[in-house]
């Protein structure tokens, strides 16, 4: 190969080499371009956003500007004090507008007030330091702070996230325990702040923050800088030194990590960190500054005696309405039992309840006198009870109006222990037979719905055998085991006999008494698999037996034209801002027609007035209409009356701890003689009411032997109510 042919290869080779160069070259630069121009959209973004929030907050500080509106939230030293404690309220009996406290639930928070006069100038400056260094500059709003610790949050200037909130801003979510993630909590809480520093001072502003603010403790229920320091160093406020002032500053960011009796180093480091703040920012000179880092953090334990629990007395609808409230908690917002009882304790709840205040603390005093059940022994010791054994008699009651709401409840006889929710409310808690009690809500209402019988049907009551699903017969047997014949409906239910009920139920299934009881009535505890289909679920032999609260609610049925609401102790729960934190949902269904619980109502008026009656003792109460129907179980082991009257609801329930002969100790509606002892107070100041019925009813007199409509040559007659449709035929037997 000649040497020309050589260069040209070597030129060649070169310039094959150098392209490859050029093109990588090329892409690299339009790379860096590409991304150049990326960042510029972000950036212009996040210009646009910080810019838009600038707008947003400039709007919102117009408005409140606009507005000039004083705060709602109370600094008082009494309101401070109960910051976080829940209120229960109940409609005022005065006003029918209004409400009054009736509890404070118990936090377990310990805390001493301190007034800011009596708070070193280094405890002030060491919190203002840290945590708001324009404190007494802005209007309760650090805009500068709030914008940078915004866009820290994007473009990340400083490696630790920045606060943005004021003092002030910090205090009212201390005080709202508005605790929520979104734009809309912190709008509220400008707005809330800026309003506060209208009201307020910044003297009154900052000992409010100083003594809410959380310092420790197990649970973190210590609270303010006054427990603070007799916690950690044993002295009251005043005498604190300028490194324990930043010593007990240092804590608030996380107590459970800088604490100084369990981590005295965290402590330290961020005690220290805080002095320099002071320094720096000219609260301290640097001799002061020198000599307090030069400080180790020495701790002297004491006991802080200031205790927010509350010692009021928590009556069984408190506990009720607890139990209520955090299960609805827990449905809502998905916390376990422990977040929603935590909740309950020490968000400053406010809440709404149904309570009759009056009734309620009628009803407690009957049952904390022994004179209401006065053929029991009750006040001796169970040791004493050599008939049964040291088995304790036991009582239950609970009151409803025809909305739903619970007004008033008992649940055991004597007094409850103050504060103790372990007690048990057998009203609400318990499980019981109903007896008879179950009869109009899982037969009769069905049968004259479904014009299976009518008011003055006739119906043999004569022995009958059952064969059950596991193959035993069962034949049902009335009180005494007496027959009665040929009988009306109406007679049947009078008597309360049992065999009439099961032949209705036989043409209904127990399977459409069951789905009634549990789909349309609210009760919880039927198991399907046990009662639906079993005949002696219509008399009130259940598996597990029913809570008193969901039997009495149950029969609301009968004095409000067939319609449900489902069992509620509150209406609603709202913050200490006003927002509404539950609402309780008062949907109300109609489950019969109204012709049908008119019906319903006449018949069981005969169990109170009725020659036969089972609650006759009762009658009526000041000219005041009552009915309702007894539930004795065959064992005797339970009895129960459910009575009805144009205002209430009242189901009471008797027996014994574990199950035993109540006829022994001359129990026998017995407990109807208290229902009427209970009611009679509960009803003094009212008189002469009846209940409202049905104008589609026809009210007609029948004959009692056949249960036609009545001619002039019957013997025996008796008022009766139909339905216009379901109407018997003229007697024909008497001409």
């Given at each position: 190969?000649?040497?020309?042919?050589?260069?040209?290869?070597?030129?060649?080779?070169?310039?094959?080499?150098?392209?490859?160069?050029?093109?990588?070259?090329?892409?690299?630069?339009?790379?860096?371009?590409?991304?150049?121009?990326?960042?510029?959209?972000?950036?212009?973004?996040?210009?646009?956003?910080?810019t838009g929030s600038i707008v947003v907050t400039a709007l919102t500080v117009y408005v409140m500007k606009a507005?000039?509106?004083?705060?709602?939230?109370?600094?008082?030293?009494?309101?401070?004090?109960?910051?976080?404690?829940?209120?229960?309220?109940?409609?005022?009996?005065?006003?029918?507008?209004?409400?009054?406290?009736?509890?404070?639930?118990?936090?377990?928070?310990?805390?001493?007030?301190?007034?800011?006069?009596?708070?070193?100038?280094?405890?002030?400056?060491?919190?203002?330091?840290?945590?708001?260094?324009?404190?007494?500059?802005?209007?309760?709003?650090?805009?500068?702070?709030?914008?940078?610790?915004?866009?820290?949050?994007?473009?990340?200037?400083?490696?630790?996230?920045?606060?943005?909130?004021?003092?002030?801003?910090?205090?009212?979510?201390?005080?709202?325990?508005?605790?929520?993630?979104?734009?809309?909590?912190?709008?509220?809480?400008?707005?809330?702040?800026?309003?506060?520093?209208?009201?307020?001072?910044?003297?009154?502003?900052?000992?409010?923050?100083?003594?809410?603010?959380?310092?420790?403790?197990?649970?973190?229920?210590?609270?303010?800088?006054?427990?603070?320091?007799?916690?950690?160093?044993?002295?009251?406020?005043?005498?604190?030194?300028?490194?324990?002032?930043?010593?007990?500053?240092?804590?608030?960011?996380?107590?459970?990590?800088?604490?100084?009796?369990?981590?005295?180093?965290?402590?330290?480091?961020?005690?220290?960190?805080?002095?320099?703040?002071?320094?720096?920012?000219?609260?301290?000179?640097?001799?002061?500054?020198?000599?307090?880092?030069?400080?180790?953090?020495?701790?002297?334990?004491?006991?802080?005696?200031?205790?927010?629990?509350?010692?009021?007395?928590?009556?069984?609808?408190?506990?009720?309405?607890?139990?209520?409230?955090?299960?609805?908690?827990?449905?809502?917002?998905?916390?376990?039992?422990?977040?929603?009882?935590?909740?309950?304790?020490?968000?400053?709840?406010?809440?709404?309840?149904?309570?009759?205040?009056?009734?309620?603390?009628?009803?407690?005093?009957?049952?904390?006198?022994?004179?209401?059940?006065?053929?029991?022994?009750?006040?001796?010791?169970?040791?004493?009870?050599?008939?049964?054994?040291?088995?304790?008699?036991?009582?239950?009651?609970?009151?409803?109006?025809?909305?739903?709401?619970?007004?008033?409840?008992?649940?055991?006889?004597?007094?409850?222990?103050?504060?103790?929710?372990?007690?048990?409310?057998?009203?609400?808690?318990?499980?019981?037979?109903?007896?008879?009690?179950?009869?109009?809500?899982?037969?009769?209402?069905?049968?004259?719905?479904?014009?299976?019988?009518?008011?003055?049907?006739?119906?043999?009551?004569?022995?009958?055998?059952?064969?059950?699903?596991?193959?035993?017969?069962?034949?049902?047997?009335?009180?005494?085991?007496?027959?009665?014949?040929?009988?009306?409906?109406?007679?049947?239910?009078?008597?309360?006999?049992?065999?009439?009920?099961?032949?209705?139920?036989?043409?209904?299934?127990?399977?459409?008494?069951?789905?009634?009881?549990?789909?349309?009535?609210?009760?919880?505890?039927?198991?399907?698999?046990?009662?639906?289909?079993?005949?002696?679920?219509?008399?009130?032999?259940?598996?597990?037996?029913?809570?008193?609260?969901?039997?009495?609610?149950?029969?609301?049925?009968?004095?409000?034209?067939?319609?449900?609401?489902?069992?509620?102790?509150?209406?609603?729960?709202?913050?200490?801002?006003?927002?509404?934190?539950?609402?309780?949902?008062?949907?109300?269904?109609?489950?019969?027609?109204?012709?049908?619980?008119?019906?319903?109502?006449?018949?069981?008026?005969?169990?109170?007035?009725?020659?036969?009656?089972?609650?006759?003792?009762?009658?009526?109460?000041?000219?005041?209409?009552?009915?309702?129907?007894?539930?004795?179980?065959?064992?005797?082991?339970?009895?129960?009356?459910?009575?009805?009257?144009?205002?209430?609801?009242?189901?009471?329930?008797?027996?014994?701890?574990?199950?035993?002969?109540?006829?022994?100790n001359k129990g026998l509606k017995k407990q109807v003689a208290a229902w009427k002892t209970i009611m009679s107070d509960i009803l003094?100041?009212?008189?002469?009411?009846?209940?409202?019925?049905?104008?589609?009813?026809?009210?007609?007199?029948?004959?009692?032997?056949?249960?036609?409509?009545?001619?002039?040559?019957?013997?025996?007659?008796?008022?009766?109510?139909?339905?216009?449709?379901?109407?018997?035929?003229?007697?024909?037997?008497?001409?």
């Amino acid at each position: 190969m000649s040497s020309k042919d050589i260069y040209s290869s070597d030129v060649q080779k070169k310039q094959s080499s150098k392209k490859p160069k050029k093109q990588k070259h090329q892409r690299s630069k339009g790379k860096r371009i590409a991304a150049f121009i990326g960042k510029a959209v972000v950036c212009l973004f996040l210009i646009c956003i910080i810019t838009g929030s600038i707008v947003v907050t400039a709007l919102t500080v117009y408005v409140m500007k606009a507005t000039e509106t004083d705060s709602t939230i109370s600094l008082a030293k009494e309101d401070i004090q109960t910051a976080g404690i829940t209120t229960i309220m109940a409609p005022d009996p005065a006003n029918p507008d209004g409400e009054i406290e009736v509890s404070k639930l118990s936090t377990g928070t310990k805390r001493i007030w301190v007034d800011i006069q009596d708070c070193p100038e280094d405890l002030k400056n060491a919190f203002i330091a840290i945590e708001d260094k324009r404190f007494y500059e802005h209007e309760g709003v650090d805009f500068k702070r709030t914008f940078l610790a915004f866009a820290n949050m994007i473009l990340h200037f400083w490696d630790t996230e920045q606060g943005g909130s004021t003092i002030t801003q910090q205090l009212v979510k201390n005080i709202t325990n508005d605790n929520a993630h979104s734009a809309g909590r912190k709008v509220r809480e400008i707005f809330n702040a800026m309003s506060l520093e209208r009201t307020y001072s910044k003297d009154e502003i900052l000992q409010a923050y100083l003594n809410i603010i959380t310092i420790g403790g197990k649970n973190g229920d210590y609270e303010g800088v006054g427990a603070a320091a007799k916690l950690y160093f044993n002295k009251d406020v005043s005498e604190l030194t300028l490194p324990e002032c930043a010593s007990i500053a240092a804590i608030t960011r996380s107590p459970s990590t800088y604490e100084p009796i369990h981590n005295p180093e965290k402590n330290k480091e961020r005690r220290d960190w805080i002095l320099k703040n002071m320094y720096d920012q000219g609260l301290i000179e640097e001799a002061d500054y020198q000599n307090a880092i030069a400080t180790p953090v020495e701790v002297n334990q004491g006991q802080v005696t200031g205790n927010m629990d509350g010692s009021n007395y928590q009556s069984y609808f408190v506990d009720a309405v607890i139990n209520e409230v955090r299960n609805d908690l827990m449905e809502e917002y998905g916390y376990d039992k422990e977040t929603a009882e935590a909740k309950i304790k020490t968000s400053g709840y406010i809440i709404h309840t149904t309570m009759d205040v009056n009734a309620q603390k009628k009803l407690e005093q009957h049952y904390q006198e022994s004179s209401t059940f006065a053929n029991y022994d009750i006040i001796k010791e169970s040791t004493d009870r050599a008939e049964n054994g040291g088995n304790p008699f036991q009582s239950a009651m609970v009151l409803y109006d025809y909305n739903g709401a619970m007004k008033a409840v008992v649940g055991g006889i004597g007094e409850k222990p103050p504060g103790d929710r372990s007690v048990i409310n057998r009203a609400v808690q318990g499980q019981r037979s109903p007896g008879s009690a179950i009869k109009p809500l899982s037969i009769y209402s069905l049968a004259i719905e479904e014009d299976l019988c009518h008011y003055s049907s006739i119906m043999q009551d004569e022995p009958i055998s059952i064969e059950q699903p596991d193959g035993t017969m069962w034949e049902p047997q009335n009180f005494g085991g007496k027959s009665y014949g040929s009988v009306t409906i109406q007679k049947a239910v009078e008597m309360s006999l049992n065999r009439i009920p099961i032949k209705l139920d036989q043409t209904l299934t127990p399977k459409k008494s069951y789905d009634f009881l549990t789909k349309s009535l609210g009760f919880t505890d039927l198991t399907e698999s046990a009662d639906a289909n079993l005949a002696p679920m219509s008399l009130g032999s259940l598996s597990n037996g029913v809570h008193l609260d969901e039997l009495t609610n149950a029969y609301q049925i009968f004095g409000n034209g067939g319609y449900f609401t489902e069992s509620h102790t509150y209406t609603s729960v709202t913050n200490a801002a006003g927002d509404e934190v539950l609402k309780k949902d008062l949907s109300t269904n109609q489950v019969i027609s109204e012709d049908t619980a008119t019906i319903m109502n006449r018949l069981l008026r005969q169990v109170v007035v009725g020659s036969s009656g089972t609650a006759r003792a009762i009658g009526d109460i000041n000219g005041i209409e009552i009915l309702g129907k007894t539930g004795t179980t065959n064992d005797d082991f339970d009895s129960t009356f459910v009575g009805l009257t144009p205002d209430y609801i009242a189901g009471i329930w008797f027996g014994y701890e574990q199950n035993y002969d109540i006829t022994k100790n001359k129990g026998l509606k017995k407990q109807v003689a208290a229902w009427k002892t209970i009611m009679s107070d509960i009803l003094s100041d009212s008189q002469n009411k009846s209940f409202q019925l049905s104008s589609d009813v026809v009210e007609a007199t029948y004959c009692t032997e056949t249960g036609m409509i009545a001619t002039s040559g019957c013997p025996s007659t008796a008022t009766g109510y139909y339905k216009k449709d379901n109407k018997p035929g003229t007697c024909s037997v008497h001409g």
